[in-house]
């Protein structure tokens, strides 16, 4: 990109002497011998720890025969609906979630920035000692939530691990205690870079509530949410710990998504090759996903 | 003629009453959810009985005691009698994965954005592409080339795996954030001899901290919160907090209230690193936002 300018600088007497680098070319050799130098330590990793992976799992997911067994498993398509449910149901809530509160956090009141720093504590926790922590609190009548419904509505709590959609629910509920934060932060910060005039003139236009965050706020963080929710498809896809530590795929198999599906197939039954073809049966979405977000990344550099 | 903004200012100081009212509310669920699952951790941590996760009807345990805390330190519980190397492993894994990201990452962002190094950008997307794949589905094949590498059970399978999946992210921050940075400053420096090592080690670090510092939290947090790179590609003889309270979660006859002091205790560094770095996440927060 750079090197056009450079050789168009260059005196017309350079195509006369090629061999005799300009002192620019000079210059421009080292640089590039230094610049390979840096991104070394990055390739090397990137070719041990990624094309090395990518190209195994593809190899090992390329038997056609695994995708028969996968659909004669009566695991599997149970599975494909939980992850839709936990990725679908998650990121949606915990964006849009997310966003309000960002809006709610924006005001301008002490105790509301105490709030906030104990609001997003769950980020900075441990992932498997929370979830942990949501199992034991779930765990039926002995647990928390239940003691606490019983003793201050009078209501019997449900066993929620007993059923597939209380045990799917309260992993999506964990997945939004642990990961809303994270994106209200982004959220916020965002908002606080939008200037105030805007909201002003508006505000003279007869733009507010609900109108001016319709037609205001939601435009102008229109493409800085599409990005944050497909990173959170794809962080929420990967998301082992949260569905193993509080439901444990239970009951019966019931509440597993994807990732713990193909863990328990590698580890537990012995089948490698069937645990990689179970999480790449994600493979068609996410190829779309990636492409999409590269491409806006690249755009909002190019608006940077 | 005067009634009319009157009862303009009636509705809106009650609409404004309003507001706060809901806002006060809003805070207080906001409150109850983020602690809820914290408390029960202290909750089971201060309880006197061992395998006590019941809870019993009172808003406090009634004999609160830091026996949990105390036989997690001197090592007395059982799962945790190796306690301390199991921390120790925690703390190694998560320290060098920070210190790796924050240099490969930097050096890398370096050359791709200020060396103007041609195809930096192939590079990026490169890096991106790592994300295509959640982290998670890729475990067995992790299982495998660790061992083709030799270092299946060895510490450094963990941290290389999650620098790995940190560094993408982190080329993508400081690329943002090294936009704020003029070049000319690189160029005034080459004009003075420095060579690109030292204009990366004078200029570019120094000017980069915060953006360093998100990098470096995100890396912690990443590597702390992993739980499966940990417990597949380690074997008990290297067993790390995380491992152990994964792999016996399922033991409802566990010391649980040493577990769960374990988990406190367990959760307590990377909380002191972010107060440390607060001023920073929050200055980089503010930049990258404003980008996309």
């Known amino acids: 990109m750079s090197m056009q300018p450079l050789a168009a600088m260059g005196p017309p007497v350079a195509l006369k002497e090629p061999r005799r680098p300009s002192r620019h070319g000079r210059l421009r050799a080292a640089e590039v011998r230094w610049g390979l130098a840096f991104i070394a330590p990055y390739v090397a990793v990137f070719l041990a720890f990624v094309v090395h992976p990518y190209a195994y799992v593809l190899w090992m997911a390329a038997d056609p025969s695994l995708y028969a067994d996968l659909i004669d498993d009566r695991l599997f398509l149970p599975t494909l609906v939980n992850t839709l449910l936990f990725v679908g149901l998650g990121v949606n809530l915990k964006m849009f979630l997310a966003l309000l509160l960002s809006g709610f956090f924006l005001r301008p009141r002490r105790w509301i920035r105490i709030?906030?720093?104990?609001?997003?504590?769950?980020?900075?926790?441990?992932?498997?000692?929370?979830?942990?922590?949501?199992?034991?609190?779930?765990?039926?009548?002995?647990?928390?939530?239940?003691?606490?419904?019983?003793?201050?509505?009078?209501?019997?709590?449900?066993?929620?691990?007993?059923?597939?959609?209380?045990?799917?629910?309260?992993?999506?509920?964990?997945?939004?205690?642990?990961?809303?934060?994270?994106?209200?932060?982004?959220?916020?910060?965002?908002?606080?870079?939008?200037?105030?005039?805007?909201?002003?003139?508006?505000?003279?236009?007869g733009a507010t509530g609900v109108r001016q965050f319709v037609h205001v706020t939601f435009p102008l963080l229109a493409n800085l949410y599409l990005i944050c929710t497909l990173l959170s498809v794809l962080w929420t896809l990967g998301d082992f710990t949260t569905v193993y530590l509080v439901s444990n795929g239970g009951p019966a198999g019931l509440t597993n998504v994807l990732a713990t599906l193909g863990y328990h197939y590698a580890f537990n039954f012995g089948r490698p090759a069937l645990g990689v073809a179970a999480v790449m049966s994600a493979l068609p979405v996410l190829i779309p996903l990636i492409i999409v977000l590269m491409r806006r990344f690249q755009t909002s550099a190019v608006q940077l | 003629m005067s009634r009319a903004p009157g009862n303009l200012a009636l509705g809106l100081r009650h609409r404004q009453r309003l507001i706060e009212i809901g806002s006060i509310a809003l805070g207080a669920v906001l409150l109850i959810w983020t602690l809820l699952p914290v408390y029960n951790l202290l909750l089971i941590a201060l309880d006197p009985e061992e395998g006590e996760i019941e809870f019993t009807g009172n808003l406090w345990t009634s004999e609160p005691t830091l026996d949990g805390f105390i036989d997690v330190i001197t090592q007395k519980a059982r799962y945790l009698e190796d306690f301390w190397n199991q921390f120790g492993n925690s703390v190694f894994i998560g320290l060098l994965t920070m210190v790796l990201t924050v240099l490969v990452g930097s050096l890398a962002s370096f050359a791709v954005s200020r060396l103007r190094l041609a195809r930096g950008s192939l590079l990026t997307n490169a890096a991106l592409l790592t994300y295509a794949i959640p982290a998670a589905f890729l475990i067995v094949p992790y299982y495998r080339i660790m061992h083709e590498y030799g270092l299946y059970d060895n510490l450094w399978a963990v941290v290389l795996a999650q620098v790995t999946f940190a560094t993408p992210f982190a080329i993508l921050i400081l690329q943002l954030y090294g936009r704020l940075i003029p070049l000319e400053l690189d160029d005034s420096a080459r004009v003075d001899g420095a060579s690109p090592l030292q204009v990366y080690m004078r200029i570019y670090l120094p000017l980069m901290v915060p953006a360093l510092a998100v990098v470096a939290i995100y890396a912690l947090l990443l590597a702390w919160n992993d739980y499966l790179y940990q417990a597949v590609l380690l074997s008990p003889r290297n067993m790390t907090v995380s491992m152990v309270q994964g792999q016996l979660f399922l033991d409802v006859d566990a010391e649980w209230n040493a577990m769960m002091a374990a988990a406190i205790l367990y959760v307590l560094p990377p909380l002191a690193v972010l107060f440390v770095l607060r001023r920073y996440v929050a200055a980089s927060l503010a930049m990258v936002s404003s980008g996309p």
């Open chain 1, 115 to 205: 709030l906030l720093a104990i609001y997003v504590l769950p980020w900075a926790l441990a992932a498997a000692q929370t979830c942990l922590s949501f199992h034991w609190m779930l765990i039926g009548e002995q647990g928390l939530v239940d003691g606490l419904l019983l003793q201050l509505f009078g209501i019997e709590g449900p066993i929620w691990f007993n059923g597939r959609w209380l045990g799917l629910g309260s992993d999506i509920a964990a997945c939004l205690w642990k990961w809303m934060p994270f994106w209200t932060l982004i959220f916020l910060a965002a908002r606080l870079t939008i200037p105030r005039d805007i909201y002003d003139s508006a505000k003279v236009d």
